[in-house]
T-cell receptor, first 114, second 113 residues
Framework: SAVISQKPSRDICQRGTSLTIQCQVD?????MFWYRQQPGQSLTLIAT?????????ESGFVIDKFPISRPNLTFSTLTVSNMSPEDSSIYLC???????????FGPGTRLLVL | QKEVEQNSGPLSVPEGAIASLNCTYS??????FFWYRQYSGKSPELIMS????GDKEDGRFTAQLNKASQYVSLLIRDSQPSDSATYLC?????????????FGKGTKLSVIP
């Protein structure tokens, strides 16, 4: 499986500011995904980010709030914009294997918004 | 609405016993099923995948799938304290080229020494 890193690993931010989370993979992958895991909850898919196309957002998530970049096959960013305390969560990127179905997760970014 | 249901637990078993984790899903079109383990403060780690009805064994882990009952389970034999974690069931519905993983809320397992 691919080795996935995320930066930052954690951050504390003030409301109204924005944070960009980076996801780096050690091999080229077509499919990358961004998830949110709120405290005590399971994982919720924010968007699918495939290189060469616009990110596809799930219901309840919009590009203005969570802009995503996917400049190449090994890298993606997720920005959490105009943050509020409700955005406090763990944000995880994952990559799909060649079948697209099996996913492997990065270590996550723990975000606390004050 | 695609849903994945799990008993949140906590499920407590003594060391050496069999832990049984259960999951039901709502979408009959679902094709692929996964179990992830998540230690506290860590990201999910894939431990099993299953695609066909029946049992699939990997070491101390056995995944069981019954598509007619829309039910998938994970058995952990000879449970160890290191198995204490939250186990997430995930289901893929591969309709129309989509590979969206839908996760259950997870079952917290505690293995008592």
């Amino acid at each position: 499986s691919a080795v996935i890193s995320q930066k930052p690993s954690r951050d504390i931010c003030q409301r109204g500011t924005s944070l960009t989370i980076q996801c780096q993979v050690d091999s080229q992958v077509t499919m990358m995904f961004w998830y949110r895991q709120q405290p005590g909850q399971s994982l919720t898919l924010i968007a699918t980010a495939n290189q060469g196309s616009e990110a596809t957002y799930e219901s309840g998530f919009v590009i203005d709030k969570f802009p995503i970049s996917r400049p190449n096959l090994t890298f993606s960013t997720l920005t959490v914009s105009n943050m509020s305390p409700e955005d406090s969560s763990i944000y995880l990127c994952s990559v799909g294997d060649i079948s697209g179905e099996t996913q492997y997760f990065g270590p996550g970014t723990r975000l606390l918004v004050l | 609405q695609k849903e994945v249901e799990q008993n949140s637990g906590p499920l407590s078993v003594p060391e050496g016993a069999i832990a049984s984790l259960n999951c039901t899903y709502s979408d009959r079109g679902s094709q692929s099923f996964f179990w992830y383990r998540q230690y506290s403060g860590k990201s999910p780690e894939l431990i099993m995948s299953i695609y066909s009805n029946g049992d699939k064994e990997d070491g101390r882990f056995t995944a069981q799938l019954n598509k007619a009952s829309q039910y998938v389970s994970l058995l952990i034999r000879d449970s160890q304290p290191s198995d204490s974690a939250t186990y997430l069931c995930a289901v893929v519905y591969s309709g129309a080229g989509s590979y969206q993983l839908t996760f259950g809320k997870g079952t917290k397992l505690s293995v008592i020494p």
